[in-house]
C-alpha cells in the first residue's frame, strides 16, 4: 500500500522468507492473545531499529510535504523513535483524544470488517513491520502504514469523525458496487489525499505519509482536480508508486465532498 525503494518494480513488492516467517510469528500471537489496545507482540533490538530508522527520516520529510493539519495530529500523538510503539499505549492516548480504540488483527480484514469498524470508533492494525530490505516499501500495510499513517490522523476529532462516516456508509452499503465506491474514495482520499496549503501541495493521505519513497516521488506524480467521481471511476495499484493523485484546495472541501458522498452512499 506504500512504496519501496527504486528496485521495487523488479522485486514486485514480494515479501522474503525471513520476513514472511516473522509475520507467522506475529499472526499466532495475535491469534492467542489479541484484542482492544492490546499488546501480544514483543519486537527484537533490530524491529526497533527499523521503526526508529524510517520514524526519523519520515519525520524529517514531513516537515515540508505534510499538511498543517497532520502535523497538528502528530503533536497531538507523538510516536517514540527509539523503540516500536506499545498498542496499549498508543490506543489508550488515541482513545482519549477522539474516542477511537486499535484493534490488532492478524493479517488483511475483509473489505467490510475494516471499514465496518471505524462506525464502532476501532481501528484494525496489523503489527508486523516492513520487511528491512524494503524499508521503504510495503506491498501490504504494515505497523508504519497504520500507526505514522492511519493512527496519527485519527488523533485529529475531524479526521476521526470523517473516519466513522466511511465506516457507517460501508456498514449500510446494500451491494458490492457501494461498498466498491466506498472504497475508491477512501483510498484516493484518506490513503493517498493531496491538498492545497500557502500555494503549495501538502500531502495528508496515510499510505502517502507512511512512506519515504512515496513522498520522494510526489513531484513526478500526476495531479488532479479533486472528483469524487473521477475517484470512483479510476483503477490504482498499492503494489507500486502511485501515478495518479487528486488534490483538494482545502481540507474543509475535501471533507465536504467526502461528507455529502458519504451520505449518499
Given at each position: 500500500?506504500?512504496?519501496?525503494?527504486?528496485?521495487?518494480?523488479?522485486?514486485?513488492?514480494?515479501?522474503?522468507?525471513?520476513?514472511?516467517?516473522?509475520?507467522?510469528?506475529?499472526?499466532?500471537?495475535?491469534?492467542?492473545?489479541?484484542?482492544?489496545?492490546?499488546?501480544?507482540?514483543?519486537?527484537?533490538?533490530?524491529?526497533?531499529?527499523?521503526?526508529?530508522?524510517?520514524?526519523?527520516?519520515?519525520?524529517?520529510?514531513?516537515?515540508?510535504?505534510?499538511?498543517?493539519?497532520?502535523?497538528?495530529?502528530?503533536?497531538?500523538?507523538?510516536?517514540?523513535?527509539?523503540?516500536?510503539?506499545?498498542?496499549?499505549?498508543?490506543?489508550?492516548?488515541?482513545?482519549?483524544?477522539?474516542?477511537?480504540?486499535?484493534?490488532?488483527?492478524?493479517?488483511?480484514?475483509?473489505?467490510?470488517?475494516?471499514?465496518?469498524?471505524?462506525?464502532?470508533?476501532i481501528f484494525s492494525t496489523t503489527m508486523y513491520l516492513r520487511c528491512p530490505s524494503q524499508p521503504h516499501y510495503s506491498p501490504e500495510p504494515d505497523m508504519l502504514h497504520e500507526l505514522v499513517g492511519h493512527v496519527v490522523m485519527l488523533a485529529d476529532p475531524q479526521f476521526a469523525d470523517l473516519y466513522r462516516l466511511?465506516?457507517?456508509?460501508?456498514?449500510?452499503?446494500?451491494?458490492?458496487?457501494?461498498?466498491?465506491?466506498?472504497?475508491?474514495?477512501?483510498?484516493?482520499?484518506?490513503?493517498?489525499?493531496?491538498?492545497?496549503?500557502?500555494?503549495?501541495?501538502?500531502?495528508?493521505?496515510?499510505?502517502?505519509?507512511?512512506?519515504?519513497?512515496?513522498?520522494?516521488?510526489?513531484?513526478?506524480?500526476?495531479?488532479?482536480?479533486?472528483?469524487?467521481?473521477?475517484?470512483?471511476?479510476?483503477?490504482?495499484?498499492?503494489?507500486?508508486?502511485?501515478?495518479?493523485?487528486?488534490?483538494?484546495?482545502?481540507?474543509?472541501?475535501?471533507?465536504?465532498?467526502?461528507?455529502?458522498?458519504?451520505?449518499?452512499?
Open positions: 500500500m506504500t512504496p519501496a525503494n527504486e528496485h521495487r518494480a523488479e522485486t514486485g513488492g514480494r515479501i522474503d522468507e525471513p520476513c514472511a516467517r516473522r509475520r507467522r510469528e506475529i499472526t499466532q500471537a495475535i491469534r492467542r492473545a489479541g484484542g482492544l489496545n492490546s499488546h501480544p507482540v514483543t519486537y527484537s533490538t533490530e524491529e526497533d531499529e527499523l521503526w526508529g530508522t524510517m520514524v526519523s527520516k519520515l519525520n524529517a520529510m514531513h516537515s515540508r510535504v505534510a499538511s498543517s493539519r497532520y502535523l497538528r495530529a502528530k503533536e497531538r500523538l507523538p510516536l517514540p523513535v527509539t523503540h516500536t510503539p506499545r498498542i496499549d499505549d498508543l490506543g489508550r492516548r488515541l482513545n482519549n483524544l477522539t474516542g477511537f480504540r486499535l484493534l490488532p488483527v492478524d493479517g488483511l480484514a475483509p473489505v467490510r470488517d475494516f471499514y465496518g469498524r471505524f462506525g464502532d470508533d466511511f465506516g457507517k456508509a460501508a456498514n449500510n452499503a446494500t451491494s458490492e458496487q457501494d461498498l466498491q465506491a466506498i472504497s475508491q474514495v477512501f483510498w484516493f482520499t484518506m490513503e493517498t489525499g493531496l491538498v492545497q496549503e500557502d500555494g503549495r501541495t501538502k500531502a495528508y493521505g496515510a499510505a502517502l505519509l507512511s512512506s519515504s519513497g512515496e513522498l520522494a516521488k510526489l513531484d513526478s506524480c500526476l495531479v488532479e482536480e479533486f472528483s469524487i467521481q473521477e475517484m470512483i471511476a479510476s483503477d490504482y495499484d498499492i503494489s507500486t508508486y502511485q501515478g495518479r493523485l487528486f488534490v483538494a484546495q482545502s481540507v474543509e472541501q475535501m471533507v465536504s465532498e467526502v461528507r455529502s458522498f458519504l451520505a449518499r452512499a
